[in-house]
């Protein structure tokens, strides 16, 4: 008689699970307006050393990292020094710098003039029909790239971006599993493949072939993926700055950068014949890497400036002296703050221009 109430109650559960579930997954497909990365890669496995992908598994008391992010009152900053001349300067000190943070000094908390913290990099590959000529060349470059830079405890990921925005690999140290995925890119999601649009199989359906989602893939790859790490944290564009059909703006993507704490890079890869005189894709993507202290490296189409590109880019990112303040308005407001990090021999400072007040969560 007992086992006959607990199969009664069992079932009575099941199907009480089974009318309500649908309802709620559709909801929540529905509740989903805004650009979304499609993951074309086999259902990924969780990785511990990623924030996003474990905290729906467990209590938040047990994600140490992202509380660690959003409750430090330390601003934190990775930059590079350089002479007149654009050389890199590696040996200045704590005294040899003055913060200002919206025109008021700023007491340092702490500097260092290391490089061996942790690096998680993001790879933004653009694989729109403007780029056909210049893709096999990204592929090639950027996997030496990776193979050169990755350290034991640096990870990175790969976002291609066109009619769509494909998360290509996930969070990885193995510089196989990514170049891997760099050679997964294809022109408007491949052509021809067969198998299910949009899951890696075949083109993406669109109504705009021409699409070049840009701003889109740097609002995600910010806020989905970087933002939940700490650290060194940047970003490296390969694409000729021309968006067409993103849902949000530029000044967004910028502000999700920036947000994310990522130093952003641009490698302007325009095969300037596509059009036919006609190219202004530069002007935006120099502000944005400004803004995320980096910068904009003109490529053209030309695979030694590429390579060229990369190894200053790998150099900038060993180079980096990292400080820290605290700052004097302990205003947690959400206002974007301006900051300057000054030099008594006045060298060029390249860092991030501000930072955002969020409070703490």
């Given amino acids: 008689m007992n086992y006959l109430r607990a199969s009664r109650a069992g079932f009575i559960l099941a199907l009480l699970f089974a009318l309500v579930w649908p309802v709620s997954n559709l909801t929540a497909q529905e509740g ?55 050389g890199l300067i590696p040996s200045l000190t704590k005294n040899d710098f003055e913060i200002l943070e919206d025109g008021k000094p700023q007491s340092i908390k702490y500097f260092s003039a290391e490089s061996n913290q942790p690096l998680t990099l993001g790879i933004l590959i653009d694989a729109s029909v403007s780029q056909e000529r210049v893709l096999g060349m990204e592929k090639e470059v950027g996997a030496a790239f990776l193979r050169n830079v990755l350290r034991q405890k640096d990870e990175a990921f790969v976002i291609s971006f066109d009619v769509n925005v494909d998360l290509l690999q996930d969070f990885t140290n193995s510089s196989h599993d990514l170049s891997a995925a760099l050679n997964r890119a294809r022109i408007n999601g491949g052509g021809g493949g067969g198998g299910i649009p949009g899951l890696g199989g075949g083109p993406i359906p669109t109504s705009n072939p021409r699409g070049t989602l840009l701003y889109d893939a740097i609002y995600l790859a910010s806020h989905d993926k970087l933002a939940h790490e700490v650290g060194r944290k940047a970003m490296i564009i390969l694409t000729d700055g021309e968006d067409q059909g993103s849902q949000l703006t530029v000044k967004e993507a910028q502000e999700a950068a920036q947000k994310s704490d990522s130093i952003v890079y641009v490698l ?21 890497s400004e803004e995320t202290g980096g910068r904009v490296i003109e490529v053209g189409n030309k695979l030694e400036k590429l390579q060229a590109a990369f190894d200053q880019i790998a150099n900038e990112l060993r180079s980096q002296y990292n400080i820290g303040y605290t700052p004097s308005n302990q205003k947690r407001d959400g206002t974007y703050r301006k900051v300057q990090i000054k030099t008594k021999e006045n060298y060029k400072v390249q860092a991030r221009a501000g930072h955002y007040a969020i409070a703490a969560q």
């Fill in 32 to 86: 989903s307006t805004g650009p979304m990365i499609q993951d074309h890669p086999s259902p990924a496995i969780p990785n511990p050393n990623n924030p996003d992908d474990t905290k729906e598994q467990a209590p938040a008391d047990q994600n140490p990292m992202e509380t660690l992010k959003v409750n430090v009152d330390v601003v934190n900053l990775f930059f590079n020094v350089k002479d007149k001349k654009g």
């Fill in 268 to 288: 302007l890869i325009a095969d300037r014949g596509f059009y036919g005189g006609m190219y202004s894709g530069d002007r935006e993507m120099k502000k944005l």
